[in-house]
């Protein structure tokens, strides 16, 4: 007997994976076909769904949404994390704070109601403890998520009993935990956490069981992170947890508040495996096996076997073609990239990425700090930027926090927008073949953001005092930059109705500005050439206006990232003639 499935997919109970491919493991098989982008299957109702301690007073503790908190009691972690979201977060719905304890915030009684009858019922009077004890209202994520399960085991909840003490309920990994000293000892300091706060006797029975839960949330409960808010914290359900491993799946999950959403990654066959990735699966071989240590299982899938990096599985991925409605159209060029692997061998690759995780990285909003990070990690970069392997980790994640670091200053805004162009069209395609990742999405969003922000300049005259890169102000100046926004919105729309929710903000955000873009006025010709283009990507008239007048300058601007990124991290003036 195993958990609840939804349609469209079956739970294997003898079947060999990527995970475990010398012994026979559970695993979900689908029971039909599924193209790209589809939907496969919905989970609404998780045993664990709960944000992290620190966003507990600016998320509703049932359904996820993140709001604002009505308590001037905010914490200043939640302050933070509400100034992050910017003008997201002064629009967010007011939320309620539980008149019981006060700690947990709700968007109104249904939900307030819902999580009652659910957990909170139970443990509301463990925060009373908690501020007594610790003068704090929130606990650490996985603390919270133990005194839960404990506490409806002692209700006698069925589905967590089924899941957290049957035979075959979660896999727990506990004496391969129990070997990990440093881990063990962290995960008893939680479990015994839990059990004070949670009200419950300090038996030994009690803190092993406490500590058992602890190993089963490590292994199956998924980092439900939001990749619009930011906002993460832990899911949790039996069914889901049976989807495996590998490093090239075929599937992805999408979170949307309370619900998980497994989509296709590419084509799945019918009877063929269901895999996600755990991890970030476009680190170096070493990182990935490191990353999953923790889930103690050797990953044996073809990216790991043969050491793929991200360009060799792009040139394999049958994803592939679906990039010919995109910001990198040239499928030759995602087939043979222009790099030189002569440069820099994957052993070095290897070397770089350690180096650059050991160092020090940027202490709090100290400009001169950045600055200086940026610089270490750009020069250790070097090898892989001779080498033309911009897609290969570190080097994108090295432009991309230099480039989220700009977006918020007032004097580099505006070239962050030929870094996150560069992303978008030299390093995204080859990490996440597939168009409609939702991180493929989001950093469409981002150059959308910033075309609205630098045509102010524009449309002003300020540009040229606020850029001294005159190759820069020239593109944005001759730009089309409001047809820009309505061609890569188009695409958000397009690829984010496919690979999302429709509930998903960012996508009701597309919608919106698209919305907006289209009812200006002296625009009926482009829009209606873009519309077109939308609808059929290779009509003549159509396509060669989006080549002209979007691709071109996003070309051009992404172009320019590499000496800007050269002058400013190698101390050198921006000025370009």
């Given at each position: 007997m195993g958990p609840q499935l939804p349609p469209g997919i079956r739970l294997d109970h003898g079947r060999s994976s990527s995970t475990t491919p010398n012994k026979k493991g559970r695993s979900l098989v689908a029971t039909r076909p599924f193209p790209a982008g589809s939907h496969i299957a919905t989970f609404s109702s998780p045993l664990l769904a709960l944000p992290d301690g620190a966003t507990m007073r600016t998320t509703c503790n049932y359904c996820l949404r993140v709001g604002a908190s009505s308590s001037s009691a905010t914490s200043s972690s939640s302050q933070q994390q509400q100034g992050q979201q910017g003008q997201q977060g002064q629009q967010a719905q007011q939320l309620k704070a539980c008149t019981g304890c006060k700690a947990v915030v709700y968007c109104d009684a249904t939900c307030?109601?819902?999580?009652?009858?659910?957990?909170?019922?139970?443990?509301?009077?463990?925060?009373?403890?908690?501020?007594?004890?610790?003068?704090?209202?929130?606990?650490?994520?996985?603390?919270?998520?133990?005194?839960?399960?404990?506490?409806?085991?002692?209700?006698?909840?069925?589905?967590?009993?089924?899941?957290?003490?049957?035979?075959?309920?979660?896999?727990?990994n506990v004496e391969a935990f129990r070997k990990e000293e440093e881990v063990w000892a962290d995960f008893e300091l939680q479990a015994s956490a839990a059990v004070v706060y949670a009200g419950l006797l300090q038996g030994d029975e009690v803190l092993a069981k406490a500590r058992e839960v602890l190993c089963k949330i490590q292994t199956n409960?998924?980092?439900?992170?939001?990749?619009?808010?930011?906002?993460?914290?832990?899911?949790?359900?039996?069914?889901?947890?049976?989807?495996?491993?590998?490093?090239?799946?075929?599937?992805?999950?999408?979170?949307?508040?309370?619900?998980?959403?497994?989509?296709?990654?590419?084509?799945?066959?019918?009877?063929?495996?269901?895999?996600?990735?755990?991890?970030?699966?476009?680190?170096?071989?070493?990182?990935?096996?490191?990353?999953?240590?923790?889930?103690?299982?050797?990953?044996?899938?073809?990216?790991?076997?043969?050491?793929?990096?991200?360009?060799?599985?792009c040139q394999e991925s049958p994803a592939l073609s679906l990039n010919s409605f995109s910001l990198q159209p040239n499928l030759g060029k995602l087939r043979n990239p222009p790099i030189d692997r002569s440069k820099v061998s994957k052993q070095q690759v290897e070397a770089i990425y350690k180096t650059w995780q050991s160092l020090p990285k940027p202490e709090g909003d100290d400009e001169k700090d950045h600055l200086k990070v940026g610089r270490a990690r750009w020069e250790l970069c070097k090898p892989l930027v001779e080498a033309g392997m911009w897609a290969v980790e570190p080097l994108p994640t090295t432009i991309l926090n230099v480039a989220l670091r700009w977006q918020t200053s007032y004097k580099m805004v505006v070239y962050a927008l030929p870094l996150l162009c560069f992303l978008a069209t030299e390093c995204e395609p080859f990490k996440l073949?597939?168009?409609?990742?939702?991180?493929?999405?989001?950093?469409?969003?981002?150059?959308?953001?910033?075309?609205?922000?630098?045509?102010?300049?524009?449309?002003?005259?300020?540009?040229?005092?606020?850029c001294t890169h005159e190759g820069l102000v020239g593109t944005l100046a001759l730009a089309d930059q409001v047809s820009m926004c309505e061609a890569l919105l188009r695409l958000a729309v397009h690829h984010g109705s496919t690979g999302a929710s429709e509930d998903r903000e960012v996508l009701q955000q597309a919608r919106s500005m698209l919305d907006d873009v289209e009812s200006l006025q002296g625009r009926e010709k482009e829009s209606t050439l873009l519309r077109a283009w939308a609808m059929d990507p290779e009509d003549p008239e159509a396509s060669a206006f989006f080549e002209k007048e979007v691709l071109s300058p996003i070309r051009k601007l992404a172009s320019l990232a590499p000496e800007i990124l050269e002058a400013m991290l190698g101390n050198k003036s921006l000025t370009k003639k």
């Open positions: 307030q109601r819902a999580h009652w009858r659910g957990v909170h019922k139970a443990e509301c009077a463990m925060f009373a403890r908690v501020r007594k004890s610790v003068g704090k209202d929130w606990l650490p994520t996985p603390v919270r998520a133990v005194a839960q399960v404990m506490l409806r085991l002692r209700a006698g909840d069925k589905e967590v009993r089924e899941a957290f003490e049957s035979g075959s309920g979660l896999e727990g409960a998924f980092n439900r992170l939001d990749e619009d808010t930011g906002m993460a914290g832990i899911y949790l359900d039996a069914g889901l947890a049976m989807v495996n491993h590998s490093c090239v799946p075929n599937a992805f999950i999408g979170f949307d508040k309370r619900t998980a959403i497994l989509r296709a990654e590419r084509d799945i066959r019918e009877g063929e495996e269901i895999t996600i990735s755990y991890i970030d699966n476009t680190l170096p071989r070493s990182a990935r096996h490191e990353a999953l240590r923790l889930y103690h299982f050797q990953c044996d899938c073809a990216r790991c076997k043969n050491d793929l990096d991200c360009y060799e599985v073949v597939a168009p409609f990742m939702p991180w493929r999405i989001k950093g469409i969003m981002s150059i959308v953001k910033l075309l609205a922000v630098t045509g102010e300049f524009t449309a002003s005259g300020s540009l040229a005092t606020r």
